[in-house]
């Protein structure tokens, strides 16, 4: 496709719950990024990826966070056992090379 | 370390006034990219511009200016003759070309609101 695809718009879990989000770069796009924006404010830099394989995780709270781009399929994020300051939108991105990153719609995390 | 700092918090005109946001950056690379995107109350990520760090030209796209001065780490953004649809928040980023899947670094973000 010609934009980068979120799904869902929205999600809600209970605290401790497990939430699962998921992106569809634009086609022919071999990098791909996720970010988390807090109160419509500050972005942070979660993980990227070159194809299937992770380029930079520096940003992930590896205790909980997970990530994966698998050939063939859409690229997810993963939250075991979500706390309520992992109440965010969460977006990905996707680029040619590392010069223009077109960013997807979001998803809304809620956890109450 | 990259840093990206947007001093302006909130910036409140009225239309068809001009405005700058200003944005100053900190790295230590000397290839980087810069990048402003508009993020309208709807919360999508619309891209504007981006500029390599080995070109300081100033750009203009219609009523949208950037002036990139490397000397003072600064990349601000003009509006001339603002509109109302141009209320949104507006993030500089950086990128530090080095491996080809560099993660942006973005400022806290500058809320405009143009008042009619």
């Known amino acids: 496709g010609e934009e980068v695809a979120q799904t869902p718009k929205h999600l809600v879990r209970g605290e401790g719950q497990k939430a699962k989000l998921y992106c569809a770069p634009i086609?022919?796009?071999?990098?791909v990024f996720w970010y988390q924006q807090v109160l419509k404010n500050e972005f942070k830099f979660l993980i990227s990826f070159q194809n299937e394989n992770v380029f930079d995780e520096t940003g992930m709270p590896k205790e909980r966070f997970s990530a994966k781009c698998l050939p063939n399929s859409p690229c997810s994020l993963e939250i075991q056992a979500t706390k309520l300051e992992d109440s965010a939108v969460y977006f990905c991105a996707s680029s040619r090379t590392s010069e223009n990153q077109y960013f997807g719609p979001g998803t809304r995390l809620t956890v109450l | 370390a990259q840093k990206v700092t947007q001093a302006q918090t909130e910036i409140s005109v009225v239309e068809k006034e001009d405005v700058t946001l200003d944005c100053v950056y900190e790295?230590?690379?000397?290839?980087?990219?810069l990048f402003w995107y508009k993020q309208p109350p709807s919360g999508e990520l619309v891209f504007l511009i981006r500029?390599?760090?080995?070109?300081?030209q100033n750009e203009i796209s219609g009523r949208y200016s950037w002036n990139f001065q490397k000397s003072t780490s600064s990349f601000n953004f003009t509006i001339t003759a603002s509109q109302v649809v141009d209320s949104a928040v507006y993030f500089c980023?950086?990128?530090?070309?080095?491996?080809?899947?560099?993660?942006?670094?973005f400022g806290k973000g500058t809320h405009l609101i143009i008042q009619p």
């Open positions: 790295t230590r690379d000397t290839t980087y990219y």
């Open positions: 980023a950086l990128s530090e070309a080095g491996g080809g899947a560099d993660g942006l670094t």
């Open positions: 500029r390599n760090s080995f070109d300081e």
């Open positions: 086609k022919g796009h071999s990098y």
